[in-house]
């Protein structure tokens, strides 16, 4: 009987690190209206000032600040009205000592003002004279050119992922079309004589698919495609000629089942067959998971995942993800939810323990509820919120320590 | 010159609770493969019990565990192996009294025995005796039937965003197609006389189209579906025509601009002018966003959002999506970060203050650092992780207080 080599978690991120420099994703152009959620994969720099005139934020008059010193209800300043800006016309007017031009709201402020007055400070005595009820500081009421945004600054680095707000930053400089990178495509083989999918009938004995679906599901959501979800017996030629078929077309291929050390596990087998394939990692010291396989064919990474769906989701959270991101160029997520334990928890020394968690809040401070149960239930992660991360050097966790929750939804801060 | 008839924060949720109810989305059935992040409409049973049979969790021998009572390395039971479970295979053997079955992991655990005892522990003296070097507990390695779950228990609920672990679980218990509400439809009419869309040539004194790019990537964030995104001249014919052939599509209108209370304002003019047109709310007491409208035309919801990209994004994130939630009969959305704000903020009581804010980690606790900026900078929206809330009662908020941080980004638990 073979056994695990067992390897830390460190040692498998490094590991991971190691092959996420060595593999090269390619990138394309997406318009900007499909641009959210993907990650941009240049950086861009601003290639013009924002606002690119003085605009006025409000509905008002252009003014001489000096002008309008010491105005008031009782005392107000009398100004000649000379003019008004259209809104989204450009002026040449200049403004001269005791004169007031009327601007709307994000129109340009002409020349020689420094300040806008408020319409509802302003008396009209007739078409051309102006009561000023309150005097305004130097550029009250204007965001003045480059306020916002310099020609050269820095509008969204590579490997961010673009939000919402990017994409409103990069339509207002004008850019149509954002350059990013490919989406990982991601191929899901899952093994087992006793998987049946989900429009076959069942026979007692037999398992629906779970892993699949869910790692199909995580992956779209944290932006990979899946371009190929199958089942395979438990055979090693039918493994062999499925990810060969695959390993050409996938970025990352995820082998669910199979990544043990029974006699039925072909995932290690298989990889190791091809000519350029190898084993990196068989086992590693964390709780759930430690049936995992990281392997190479060419410069593509091969996860063996475990088959209990608890375990091969929080391996994907913990390993695949990581990968990804980072031939992406991402920064990990690090967002976290600092809370408190809400009741004591036991954990194995030497072993890096996943406890998966569901928070609440209670008295205005955040508790992470410990949720158990037997491996594999699928129940325990649909009411999780995330995870905590037990170092394989402590024993357990006392109620009410501080711990760090890792959600399992991907927050970018 | 009309002026604003400001309500609360709280005036104007009631209003959109009650337009919410009124309103009725409808529902579609998708792969479960595409349902991830979709919205279920209806309880979600199971019709199974999960496992459907007693699994092993290990690769092992079924055995009563009476017989290996005191067993150990010393002083070894020793077990008649019968016969063994295959894989995907049901089995009707009876395990008795001295007798033992192999069955790997995830096989169907043959009757009368009541626990699994891992390979590792089992030494084979030949084809049927075997050396048992371990005691086990009654249902150890085993997950009975129903464990996971069972026939009658809710799976997932009315309103829940289907997450990748629901994905899991649904197949797990066969449904192969979910019953879930449309994504509903946005109409995004931009105004302005001085908006231009990204690939026109800009002169002085337009700006570029912002609002309508930000709120379509804002809309697919949260599931929603654009089905129109244009950029409509300060005419009120020509906002009317749109609106006309809009109206009826879409099952929420956002007009950019034009809901203040100048000249070129027309927003309120053109609902008001539609035979079941109403206008509900025309101004809040916000910072920012007070020149807010809300209208419905027969039953659908108008929204006119200011001009200024910031005020209009806070307005979406504050009002229009807490709407869409609530006809999606979702939950809202009530995870916040807790954090210490980083130095003192200045607000306006009287009014409902939004404060954009950067998170940061220091010293193992989340502070918020406020983000100042004058008014519409996108530069602001695109560097803020959320925002934090100040009630109109409050004059602003002393360093080091404990607040609650809003992302933008939809976090759910």
Redo the contacts between chains.
């Keep these: 009987?073979e056994f695990f080599n067992v390897l830390s978690v460190q040692e498998v991120n490094l590991i991971i690190e190691k092959l996420a420099k060595e593999y090269s994703i390619g990138t394309e152009a997406v318009d900007?209206?499909n641009?959210?959620?993907r990650i941009i994969a240049k950086d861009y720099f601003s290639t013009v000032n924002?606002?690119?005139?003085n605009?006025s934020?409000v509905?008002g008059y252009a003014v001489i600040c000096n002008d309008v010193m010491g105005a008031s209800e009782a005392m107000p300043s009398f100004l000649e009205c000379v003019s008004e800006v259209?809104?989204?016309?450009?002026?040449d007017l200049i403004v001269k000592k005791g004169q007031a031009v009327y601007v709307?709201?994000?129109?340009?402020v002409p020349s020689g003002a420094d300040g806008m007055v408020m319409?509802e400070y302003v008396q009209k005595l007739d078409e051309q004279t102006l009561l000023i009820h309150k005097p305004i500081a130097p550029g009250e009421n204007i965001?003045f050119i480059g306020?916002?945004?310099r020609e050269g600054d820095l509008v969204?680095p590579k490997g961010k992922k673009?939000?919402?707000?990017?994409?409103?930053?990069?339509?207002?400089?004008?850019?149509?079309e954002i350059q990013v990178y490919t989406k990982p495509r991601f191929a899901i083989l899952s093994t087992?004589?006793?998987?049946i999918d989900?429009?076959e009938t069942?026979?007692?004995?037999?398992?629906?698919?779970?892993?699949?679906?869910?790692?199909?599901?995580?992956i779209?959501?944290i932006g990979g495609e899946v371009i190929k979800?199958i089942i395979v017996k438990?055979d090693f030629n039918k493994l062999k000629a499925e990810l060969t078929k695959t390993i050409e077309q996938a970025d990352i291929v995820l082998i669910s089942g199979g990544s043990?050390v029974?006699a039925?596990d072909y995932t290690k087998q298989v990889i190791e067959s091809f000519e350029k394939g190898e084993v990196l990692v068989h086992g590693i010291s964390i709780k759930p998971g430690k049936p995992t396989i990281l392997g190479k064919i060419n410069n593509k990474l091969v996860y063996g995942l475990p088959?209990?769906?608890a375990s091969a989701?929080i391996i994907f959270n913990i390993f695949v993800k990581s990968y990804m991101y980072q031939i992406l160029n991402r920064s990990l997520n690090?967002f976290n939810?600092?809370a408190a334990i809400d009741s004591n928890v036991h954990s194995s020394p030497g072993k890096e323990t996943y406890q998966m968690v569901?928070?609440m809040?209670k008295d205005?401070?955040?508790r992470a509820i410990p949720l158990y149960?037997?491996?594999?239930?699928?129940?325990l992660?649909?009411r999780?919120?995330g995870y905590i991360r037990i170092s394989d050097e402590k024993e357990g966790l006392m109620k009410g320590e501080?711990v760090d929750v890792y959600?399992?939804?991907e927050?970018?801060?």
């Design positions: 009987m900007l209206i641009a959210v959620d924002l606002p690119q005139f605009r934020t509905d259209s809104m989204g016309q450009s002026t709307p709201t994000g129109g340009m319409i965001t306020d916002d945004l969204a673009i939000t919402a707000y990017d994409v409103g930053l990069l339509a207002a400089i004008g850019k149509g087992g004589d006793e998987i989900i429009h069942q026979n007692l004995g037999q398992i629906r698919e779970i892993n699949g679906y869910a790692l199909c599901a995580l779209q959501q979800k438990d043990s029974g039925r088959g209990h769906p989701l690090s939810v600092i569901q928070l809040k205005n401070e955040w149960g037997k491996s594999g239930m699928m129940t992660l649909s999780a919120s501080q959600l399992f939804q927050v970018d801060l």
